[in-house]
Each structure stands twice: as structure tokens, then as C-alpha cells.
């Protein structure tokens, strides 16, 4: 699991500029309980302050642009460093129905995404990424909120 790197977030928070585009951000107390897609832990509503701005994931790695707004904490955080030890229930709650995009080893102008997945939860979660890097040619899955479509977070095997 990889999460948006430090260097895009403290640019950010540096700049309020959202990266490759130079749309605005802005800063708000968090309404929601996120997640930080840097540390991957939800905010706590109403206590930590949010830097919110578009982002595009696949910026430089596909056909098709997909930006969309994520947060980050204002104050900064660790990054999410479990990546090896597999999905963390903290991040895919039974609370949180996500979207599963695979995208292709090689993408071209008509191949933006290999295959989608739902799922609710950690396990859930995890036979949905084991059906789509099922496929060779799944290089990538992005996951997003399946409710809003917001970027959460990236996911590969060693094998890519």
C-alpha cells in the first residue's frame, strides 16, 4: 500500500497549490473521519485540520487524467510504512465501501483501467486485489472511496 509521498504533501502544505495543476487548496477543521492519504489514519472530525486539494494519481502513467480532492494533515504525520505486512483494518474499516481500479503494465490511449472491484472491509479488500493482480497485465490498483471516488491510496505487488 502506498500512500501520497511526503514531498507532495509538505509541497502542498507549503505552497496551498494542488500538485501538477496548480488548482488551489485550503485548509479546514476535518468533518469527516478521512483517512490522511499520507498516514492512511482518519482525521478525528472536528479536532484535526485537513489541507485538502486535487490530485491525480496517474499523472505521467496513463492515457486518461484522474484527479479528484484528498486530504492530508495540516501539521504533517508519519507516512504509512506497513506496506509490506499486508491490508490494515485500520485503513479498510467494514464501515468503508471502496473502489478497486487495476491499471495496465503498459497503458495505451484506449486501456485507462484493466478492472474494477468493490468491497467493504479487509478481507473483502484483499480477495478483490487478489482477482484483479490475478491478471498479468495489472501493473497497479488504485483505491478510492466508493462513495465520492476520492483517491485513498495505491497498491502493488513486488512483481510490478
Not at 501538477?20 to 473521519?33: F, K, M, N, Q
Not at 468503508?96 to 467493504?120: K, M, N, R, W, Y
Request: with cysteine.
Amino acid at each position: 500500500m502506498l500512500p501520497i509521498t511526503q514531498d507532495v504533501a509538505w509541497n502542498v502544505r507549503a505552497t496551498l497549490r494542488s500538485p501538477g495543476c496548480d488548482y488551489p487548496a485550503y485548509v479546514e477543521l476535518a468533518s469527516g473521519d478521512g483517512p490522511c492519504r499520507v498516514c492512511l489514519n482518519p482525521f478525528r472530525s472536528g479536532v484535526d485540520r485537513a489541507v485538502w486539494f486535487v490530485y491525480d494519481p496517474v499523472r505521467g502513467r496513463g492515457p486518461v487524467p484522474a484527479p479528484g480532492p484528498v486530504q492530508v494533515h495540516e501539521d504533517g504525520c508519519c507516512a504509512y510504512e506497513n506496506a509490506a505486512a499486508g491490508l490494515d483494518p485500520a485503513v479498510f474499516t467494514d464501515d468503508l465501501s471502496v473502489l478497486l481500479q487495476g491499471f495496465p503494465v503498459q497503458p495505451d490511449d484506449t486501456a485507462a483501467v484493466t478492472g474494477i472491484e468493490c468491497a467493504t472491509g479487509a478481507p473483502a479488500v484483499g480477495k478483490a486485489l487478489q482477482h484483479l493482480f490475478a491478471d498479468p497485465a495489472v501493473a497497479f490498483v488504485h483505491v478510492r472511496r466508493a462513495d465520492d471516488g476520492c483517491f485513498l491510496c495505491e497498491v502493488t505487488t513486488s512483481g510490478h
